[in-house]
């Protein structure tokens, strides 16, 4: 089934770009997520008919991704699952909201249009913060960064855990898949029939999978409060990096911009 | 005779009242011994590598490692002399690079950075993958995985290596390479399969297990050539041995 | 229903966060006392099993189409509600890190709305006082299929409820509620059947997976199913609490909202929340609006705003052309 192919394909490729050696990945992961953060919460602050102030914000994106030489179009393509669902939410913004809001060359802009587009570019630049994010840090580097912020490392370690073995469970579902498929041909998706004997021995394998797991980490020297990874200190460029855009973002939210940019022309 | 490292005398095990698994072995292993442990499925072998580190327990009998008997309150102690690779790599390896995989011992063991990236150099140095030490596990190969799994257990520098079926799902080529780094060491390390051949090329001493119970026990030159016994007891002549 | 990050505002984001890290630091307290090192191994290769095992396609009988898995109520079944909420916790975190399903700023929200229905009222409440005198085939698919169906459309109404006091959408409530609930509840059904098929699976196979079944003659439980409820009960009212105190502070996401519910302030009443929640916006908003001297920023759009972001965009564009032509340039 290709949806678990696309899984596996779309980690490894994630997981390629975040093991490239560029400046971007080389910053310590706790400020560029505490950045991510803030960025996602400025661009979400931003009220409703702000498009103006939101469309401001797609200069951090814009630049970083030119600097990591990441691709706009793989970061898009990861859309499709979350886009839709935003855009349901606000394509009837124009319907319910049709006070006039602001008039371009005659032409008046409502509200709901304004509100509709502003939750729209928030959709995107939200998705793109969290790639950016996530293709320059490896998931060790994410776990170093949490275990930062002090998350407790029950939850740590299982979120590494689960990175390492989604791959290998998904070639076990899509070995399962394909050994259904060949004797029921035709059929797109598993049938009521075996619902149950398919994914519940998933889970029985699985679970013995963890027993066996849990005696190789025993086997070596693992205990509950083990730290699995060491966690690395901050440098003083990554101390640069978080302040200046810290500072830039905050100013971006700020000052608008924009708008002081377009009425040096208009 | 050498130093002995491990001395078992009367061992039994069983899952299930009445089913043993294992039946009074009793059997010694000395230093630089290369043992394979060889018998059809379900004989017993697996229960046998996991009896000496405690995975399963309690045992009857006594199993003695370096002079300190397998208990409850030695176990680390003993895991730290004892290094077990187990059959499925992916078992094996539950951290995302190579190389944070082989430091996850050294780690726990509390050693200084510094220290680790030694033993990790070295382990990785010891199986020939020094270039795959940045690489993430889901991207190696099985033979690469088999390599690691042992680079992973070689920077805890163990006196003794259990092996369960390595050679399993491998293809030639890092069958051979496998083959290769094990003739290399110089650990008592102890091999289960029923992949003879393997055995043949990577042991110097045979214990043929069935039922639960030590059949025969001696160099391969011996146990491997007959035919008669190895038949009667669900296994074959290696390949390289048979005659066609 | 993964809700994005530009559905919510921070406040939203900030009380479901506090929320779903109340919960979380329970569960730990919970899983750290049962003292089994082996849990934390389990929960990540079951998580791993999880995001496995909604990635299969289910051929819905009768309909032609597909459905998936979200597999809270399954996970907490096998390895009880707390193991089973911070297992999906890291589910939670590795789609929407690696699969841009649900915002990272929405992953409270998101714990919230499937996590923690799922674990805490799906397993702690519904599957174990089903199953407080043992399990049967009929009481299994009873506890998952209620269970399911539950969950979801409390998952669903609290997505309604986060969209709404972010005041993102001009959709009055009623009409949002009108379309999440029903498509949830077909999606809870299905939900419901498979996890009562893999369920039925494993009690054949290996009864002693599932958790929380009680025997006939069971000690009285130490948390009796009144005082559960009641527990859930004040956690919805604190967070519903800290929620509507949260959308009162927001920059004007609620007062638009109740706009248009309410057509306009007709209601004298609502006028004067409207002046309490400015009071509280003026003195909590972290962020002013724009209030640049001499902008003409009332609405928060202009037209010399557009102008502006075209021509930074032309700029910008520019530069990393002239950034790929220096790049390709050096690589040739």
């Known amino acids: 089934m290709s949806r678990i192919g696309n899984a596996a394909r779309n980690i490894g490729k994630l997981d390629e770009l975040a093991r490239r050696d560029t400046w971007l990945n080389r910053i310590h992961p706790l400020p560029k997520l505490l950045v991510t953060v803030l960025y996602l919460v400025l661009v979400v602050s931003f009220s409703p008919r702000q498009l103006t102030g939101v469309l401001g914000m797609a200069i951090y994106p814009f630049i970083l991704f030119e600097f990591g030489d990441l691709s706009f179009t793989s970061a898009l ?185 377009g009425r040096l022309f208009v | 005779m050498s130093h002995i490292h491990i001395d078992i005398s009367g061992l039994s095990f069983e899952y299930e009242k009445g089913h043993p698994v294992l039946d009074s072995i009793s059997v010694s292993f000395h230093e630089h011994d ?140 890092n069958r051979r390479s496998l083959i290769h780094v094990l003739n290399e060491f110089d650990h008592l390390r102890i091999i289960t399969s029923h992949d003879l051949d393997f055995i043949w090329d990577t042991c110097s001493r045979v214990v043929l297990i069935d039922a639960g119970r030590i059949i025969a026990d001696g160099i391969p030159d011996v146990i491997l050539r007959d035919e008669t016994l190895l038949t009667a007891h669900g296994l074959e002549l290696p390949l390289s041995l048979s005659e066609r | ?111 919230w709305n499937m996590a923690f229905y799922g674990c805490f009222v799906g397993a702690l409440l519904i599957w174990k006082s089903i199953m407080k005198n043992g399990a049967s085939k009929k009481r299994i698919t009873l506890a998952s299929i209620l269970g399911s169906v539950i969950t979801l459309q409390m998952g669903a109404f609290s997505v309604c409820i986060e969209t709404f006091v972010s005041g993102v959408s001009a959709l009055p409530f009623k009409a949002f509620l009108a379309a999440m609930l029903p498509i949830h509840l077909a999606i809870g059904l299905v939900e419901g059947l498979i996890t009562a098929a893999v369920l039925c699976f494993i009690h054949e196979a290996r009864p002693e997976l599932l958790w929380g079944i009680g025997t006939q003659e069971r000690a009285p439980a130490r948390l009796s199913l009144g005082k559960t409820l009641g527990i859930i009960a004040a956690a919805a009212a604190v967070v519903g609490g800290l929620l509507s105190l949260a959308a009162s502070a927001l920059p004007d996401g609620l007062e638009w909202a109740l706009e248009r519910v309410a057509g306009t302030a007709e209601l004298p009443a609502a006028g004067g929340a409207y002046e309490a929640a400015g009071a509280v916006q003026k003195a909590t908003s972290i962020l002013p609006d724009y209030a640049f001297p001499g902008s003409e920023s009332a609405a928060g759009t202009t037209v010399s705003g557009l102008a502006g972001a075209l021509i930074t965009a032309l700029i910008l564009i520019g530069i990393a052309l002239a950034l790929h032509f220096f790049r390709s340039r050096r690589r040739g």
């Open chain 1, 77 to 261: 393509y990861r859309m499709r699952i979350i886009l839709p669902v935003v855009c349901l939410v606000g394509v009837l913004n124009p319907i319910f909201d049709r006070e006039p809001a602001l008039t371009i060359f005659g032409v008046t802009v409502t509200g709901g249009v304004l509100t509709m587009l502003s939750l729209m570019v928030k959709g995107v630049l939200t998705v793109l913060a969290t790639y950016l994010l996530i293709a320059t840090t490896t998931v060790e580097s994410v776990c170093g960064a949490l275990r930062m912020l002090h998350i407790p490392g029950i939850l740590v370690t299982e979120f590494l855990l689960i990175c390492r073995y989604v791959s290998v469970l998904l070639s076990e579902a899509d070995r399962m898949w394909q050994a259904y498929s060949m004797r029921a041909p035709g059929q797109r998706g598993v049938a009521a029939g075996a619902w149950g004997s398919m994914i519940g021995r998933l889970l029985l394998r699985s679970m013995d999978r963890a027993k066996a797991l849990y005696q190789s980490m025993c086997l070596r020297g693992f205990r509950e409060n083990s730290t699995l990874l060491p966690v690395k200190g901050l440098e003083s460029k990554d101390l640069f990096y978080f302040a200046s855009f810290t500072t830039t973002l905050i100013l971006l939210r700020i000052f608008p911009v924009l708008e002081l940019i």
């Open chain 2, 34 to 173: 290369s043992v394979g442990i060889i018998g059809a499925n379900a004989a017993g072998k697996s229960t046998f590598l996991k009896l000496l580190v405690g995975l399963e327990m309690p045992p009857q009998g006594s199993i003695r490692i370096e002079e300190i008997p397998v208990e409850k309150n030695t176990l680390s102690k003993i895991r730290e002399k004892i290094g077990y690779v187990f059959q499925d790599s992916d078992t094996q390896l539950f951290m995302t690079t190579v190389q944070d995989d082989v430091a996850f011992a050294p780690r726990n063991y509390g050693l200084p950075e510094d220290e680790v990236a030694r033993r990790v150099a070295r382990a990785l140095d010891l199986v020939h993958i020094p270039h795959l030490a940045g690489k993430p596990i889901y991207k190696l190969s099985g033979g690469e995985k088999k390599l690691a799994s042992i680079a992973t257990i070689l920077s805890m520098t163990p006196d003794i290596i259990l092996m369960d079926e390595p050679s399993a799902a491998l293809d030639p080529k």
């Open chain 3, 1 to 111: 229903m993964h809700m994005a990050d530009a559905l919510i505002v921070p406040g939203t984001a900030a009380v479901m966060a506090a929320a779903s890290a109340g919960a979380a630091a329970y569960s730990i307290y919970k899983v750290r006392r049962e003292n089994d090192p082996a849990k934390v191994p389990v929960m990540g290769v079951m998580g791993a099993f999880v995001f496995a095992a909604q990635m299969i396609n289910f051929t819905i009988p009768g309909t032609g189409s597909s459905g998936h898995l979200c597999g809270g109520l399954m996970l907490s079944a096998v390895l009880g509600p707390y193991a089973g909420f911070l297992t999906m916790i890291g589910v939670l975190l590795v789609q929407c890190l690696f699969f841009a399903d649900g915002g990272l700023l929405a992953l409270g929200c998101n714990i």
